[in-house]
């Protein structure tokens, strides 16, 4: 904060300079060529907290945890709120809507969300007694947005806006098991059916769908991919992960699988090929005094990539240490981290979420914690 407040009085003092002005300028801005040709030369990015963001919500509005957020192609966030409130908290406020819009700034432009028409809620885990279990959201090349809860028996398309369903594959209430509940022995079935959707990513070659169905321990355990219809073209299973908490694939068409508690992330060409793993063997800050280690969420929970062409580096969740952890995307190594526990600015309580916006800015959203937080890249020094 000083160095800006330094460099206004400067411009103001010397009023009429353009060179100074464009001095200025030079020093308050990261220069975007510059952090590209870095990340060319494999320095690892830096970030600061940006502490206006979000600025306030309106309406006295109480949210829940976030399953998850996406950013459209204007670089407004969508995010996902699960409305577990605690009791006594909506004595104080009204409770916010599913679906919360922000645009780059943090403020709210738009909010929607049908509790009819998203999986119903189910007993809460952390905060309220209940909660809706939005877990994940995509914007397709149409700027249209995929949600998907878990538990979760579909996957649902919206326009931009919420107002209209487009297109919903499967169906609510109804799991991929023997019984067609949750309850039941999940068949991993050649068919468009789920368990617990944890991630959906469309093809913008030619309209595939893809779908991490396998948050849930318990549950199916695979990718699938659906053509643009719905329907089914083929899967790979993957059996000896309890969570398959996170898919995405890059623009080289590699595929990566986050492995929750089994702290690895797993590459696979898109016909489910397996091509390597990246093993992350975490450990705690304080060694508990009996010696026996125990996870906290897993040390890859959810990944996004840069936004540079080469997609040079990944930013993967880390709830066991509480950080984002930066990896060199081609490597698997990590090259630097972000945050620590905490409730202040810039530090976690359980992230769950992170996306990552045109200009590289990243976006990190809490379950327990029920904030949104957002990093602003550093010149390398």
């Known amino acids: 904060m000083r160095r800006h407040v330094f460099v206004a009085d400067l411009a103001s003092a010397l009023a009429g300079s353009p060179i100074v002005v464009t001095l200025a300028a030079c020093l308050c801005v990261p220069s975007l060529w510059s952090v590209a040709d870095s990340w060319a030369q494999g320095i690892a990015p830096r970030y600061e907290v940006d502490v206006t963001f979000p600025q306030p919500l309106p309406d006295l509005w109480v949210t829940g945890g976030f399953g998850g957020h996406c950013i ?49 809620t189910v007993a809460g885990l952390r905060n309220g ?14 700027n249209n947005v995929w949600i998907a809860s878990s ?21 609510k209430g109804v799991f991929d098991t023997s019984d067609g509940t949750i309850k039941g022995t999940p068949l991993n079935s050649n068919s468009a059916r789920f368990t617990s959707p944890a991630s959906i990513q469309v093809d913008w070659q030619n309209g595939d769908i893809y779908i991490a169905d396998g948050e849930s321990r318990g ?18 299973r993957i059996t000896d992960m309890d969570s398959v908490h996170c898919m995405a694939f890059a623009n080289d068409g590699t595929v990566y699988v986050c492995n929750r508690y089994g702290n690895q992330i797993r590459l696979y060409d898109k016909m489910g090929n397996f091509k390597r793993t990246f093993d992350y063997l975490w450990q705690p800050a304080t060694v508990p005094a009996d010696g ?26 880390n709830q066991n240490n509480s950080r984002i952890d930066i990896v060199e995307r081609q490597s698997g190594k990590i090259v630097s981290t972000l ?43």
């Open 72 to 120: 459209d192609a204007q670089d407004h966030l969508l995010l996902l709120n699960r409305q577990d409130v605690l009791d006594g908290e909506l004595n104080s406020g009204h409770l916010a809507p599913l679906m919360i819009e922000l645009d780059p700034t943090g403020k709210v432009v738009h909010s929607w969300g049908d509790p009819n028409l998203v999986e119903g």
């Open 339 to 381: 945050g620590q526990i905490g409730n202040l600015p810039g530090q976690f309580n359980q992230p769950h979420s992170v996306a990552v916006d045109s200009q590289n800015n990243l976006y990190i959203v809490e379950n327990r914690g029920r904030r949104i937080h957002k990093f602003t890249q550093k010149p390398n020094p």
């Open 151 to 171: 538990p979760g028996g579909m996957i649902q398309k919206y326009i931009h806006d919420g107002s209209k369903l487009l297109q919903q594959i499967g169906r």
């Open 292 to 317: 026996k280690i125990e996870q906290s969420g897993g040390a890859t929970v959810a990944l996004a990539f840069s936004r540079d062409p080469a997609q040079t580096f990944m930013f993967v969740v």
């Open 129 to 142: 007694p209940i909660q809706f279990r939005l877990h994940t959201c995509h914007f397709d090349a149409d």
């Open 219 to 236: 549950g199916n355990s695979r990718i699938m991919v659906l053509d643009a219809n719905g329907n089914f073209l083929r899967q790979w």
